[in-house]
């Protein structure tokens, strides 16, 4: 058995309380005397017809002040000609630690410079945690998260998975810093040789 003596840590921001707040009783009634009077306030407001509490009325309404870095809806990054940059590696789908997102790969022989591509990918929407780490696993900036929130609502889970046509066009971005050669450019040089 471990007798050796420790001394707890003491953290540097430590509350500190003042015999009123040790008394205990006092700060009960200050804290009932805040939400009564917050209860009361949006209560007067709603038998006025006024909105009263910051409640966002979700799927009806939806908050306009997400933080810019909210991570919200996926987007799968495009090229110039529009197909998708994901050369499907399966390494956001690895990573994932709801293990929702699913991907089919096809080999392009046509397309040296990026001979495989994905024929399917689908994130489940009613299993993804939001964490971003498929985001951060990948090597090509394929797959990006933006503020907007999903359309999340439905009565059957088997309809909320989110398919690769929503991911690419519903809010289309291409990747600036990575010009691609065109499709077909790699195999022509190649023949130039
Ligand atoms: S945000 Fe997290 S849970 Fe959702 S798909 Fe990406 S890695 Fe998976
Ligand atoms: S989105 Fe990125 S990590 Fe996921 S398969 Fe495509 S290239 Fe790989």
Redesign the pocket.
């Known amino acids: 058995m471990n007798t050796k003596p420790h001394t707890r840590k003491v953290y540097w921001n430590a509350p500190t309380m003042t015999w009123w707040e040790r008394a205990y009783l006092f700060e009960i009634l200050r804290g009932l005397a805040i939400t009564g009077g917050v209860f009361l306030a949006n209560m007067w407001k709603w038998v006025t017809f006024r909105k009263g509490a910051l409640t966002t009325y979700y799927p009806e309404e939806t908050r306009a002040d997400y933080a810019a870095g909210n991570?919200g809806k996926h987007v799968l990054t495009q090229r110039p000609d529009g197909t998708p940059q994901c050369i499907a590696c399966n390494m956001?789908a690895t990573?994932?630690?709801?293990q929702?997102?699913e991907i089919d790969a096809v080999f392009d022989p046509d397309d040296p410079a990026h001979p495989k591509r994905p024929s399917r990918f689908e994130?489940d929407y009613s299993r993804?945690?939001?964490?971003?780490?498929?985001v951060e696993a990948c090597p090509e900036d394929a797959i990006r998260?933006v503020k907007e929130v999903p359309e999340l609502t439905s009565l059957d889970r088997r309809n909320m998975w989110i398919k690769m046509d929503e991911l690419l066009t519903w809010n289309p971005q291409s990747d600036v810093a990575k010009p691609y050669p065109a499709k077909g450019a790699a195999a022509s040089r190649k023949g130039a040789q």
């Open positions: 991570r956001c990573v994932c630690p709801a929702v997102i994130i993804c945690i939001f964490c971003g780490l498929c998260m």
